[in-house]
């Protein structure tokens, strides 16, 4: 890792880390006896002190370097995450996009099904309604024919009560006229016209006639029966 002091190495020129080590060389050099030697001491301390420094500034240059790849390789990854990021975004984005739509869509069909169901139920609620009163009116339209049907039934029970008792007392008078008719034909002397006409023999013609003729319009007004066989005339 990086130290002040490798950085303001790598940062000075080389001329000005020359001087600042011959500067900072020990006092005792100076007390040499001979100045040769002093000379050639401190150019070795320079020479190695320089070493030193450029060993220095290589390793700090090296370590920037790292640095920079490591940064750089950072920047390519971070970029690399930026893109990954923004195709995920991108993804994500037009997934949503379509599930809207999707959404949206069965929104619709939901409320179409439901707009449906609504109509059926409607639909179904007016057929039920108008099936009720069909049902009423058939029901009304049945009572009002069997109760004219009852009341027409008894109206032909009377009729046919009042058409038997018509046909009894018919068959009564009838009877009753043809007694009548025997009991007139069997008169002594017949009525009191017939006594001119007895010395002429027209009398019993006369009365014989005239018993076929109430005979017959008895026989017609008669209901149900069947007529009458001529009974044959009594003399006179």
């Known amino acids: 890792m990086k ?18 080590l011959v500067g900072s060389a020990p006092h005792s050099v100076q007390a040499q006896p001979s100045a040769a030697t002093r000379d050639t001491e401190a150019l070795r301390r320079v020479q190695r002190n320089l070493q030193q420094a450029q060993q220095e500034r290589d ?7 790292a640095l920079q790849r490591e940064r750089d ?8 995450a930026q893109g990954r990021l923004a195709s995920l975004q991108r993804e994500s984005q037009t997934q949503r996009s379509q599930l809207q739509s999707q959404i949206a869509s069965l929104d ?36 009002g024919r069997t109760q004219t049907n009852q009341a027409v039934v008894a109206q032909l029970a009377a009729a046919r009560a009042a058409l038997d008792e018509t046909r009894q007392r018919n068959q009564e008078l009838h009877a ?9 034909r069997q008169a002594p002397d017949g009525a009191q016209w017939q006594r001119g006409e007895r010395l002429l023999g027209l009398a019993g013609v006369r ?27 009594t003399q006179p």
């Open 3 to 20: 130290t002040p002091r490798h950085t303001l190495i790598a940062a000075l020129p080389l001329t000005l880390l020359v001087a600042l």
């Open 59 to 65: 390793a700090a240059q090296a370590e920037k370097a």
């Open 73 to 80: 390789a950072e920047a390519a990854q971070q970029k690399q």
């Open 108 to 143: 619709q069909q939901l409320q179409a099904a439901q707009n449906a169901q609504q109509e059926t139920k409607q639909a179904s609620a007016s057929a039920e309604t108008a099936w009720a009163r069909e049902r009423q009116f058939l029901r009304q339209d049945l009572d």
């Open 176 to 184: 009753l006229g043809l007694e009548l008719l025997d009991l007139y």
């Open 207 to 233: 009365i014989e006639e005239r018993a076929e003729t109430a005979r017959a319009r008895l026989d017609a007004a008669h209901v149900g029966g069947a007529k009458t066989s001529r009974a044959a005339p």
